[in-house]
């Protein structure tokens, strides 16, 4: 019992760290290369749906918005590459706060009966790409 609460944890566990995903709404193909997979941002004349894809730069050591963009892309393609589609009807992309970092200092003076004190702090979010789209096959 002990070994299957574990691999039921630890599927979880791997459940919660994905970075795309996807829902077919057609039929998947022989998978293809990553390289292989375009992007388009209008749909070509003739394409054929395989599944609705999801991607996020999520847990990647990226640190600008074209980093966490190039990175939630990529994705896209691998997760449509595994699917056998050859492109990519891109849908959208958002911005998810993710975390925040904060820090802050503080000094305080006490002399007699008289007390000052003095603080300074800030923060800033932490914020990853997610990005939509349309697994297809496009007929060469």
Not at 40 to 46: D, F, T
Not at 106 to 126: E, K
Request: hydrophobic share 40%.
């Amino acid at each position: 019992m002990p070994r299957l609460s574990f691999a039921a944890g630890l599927a979880m566990l791997l459940v919660g760290c994905a970075t795309s995903s996807h829902v077919l709404i057609g039929t998947a193909r022989a998978p293809i290369s990553p390289e292989r997979v375009k992007v388009y941002l209008q749909p070509p004349a003739k394409y054929e749906q395989i599944a609705t894809i999801d991607a996020s730069s999520r847990g990647s050591m990226t640190i600008t918005s074209q980093q966490n963009m190039d990175k939630a892309i990529a994705r896209l393609k691998q997760e449509a590459a595994r699917l056998g589609a050859n492109g990519i009807l891109l849908q959208g992309v958002e911005d998810q706060q993710s975390g925040s970092i904060g820090s802050g200092v503080g000094n305080s003076t006490l002399n007699g009966n008289t007390a000052i004190g003095a603080s300074l702090g800030g923060s800033f979010g932490i914020y990853n790409k997610a990005a939509k789209g349309l697994a297809i096959y496009v007929p060469e």
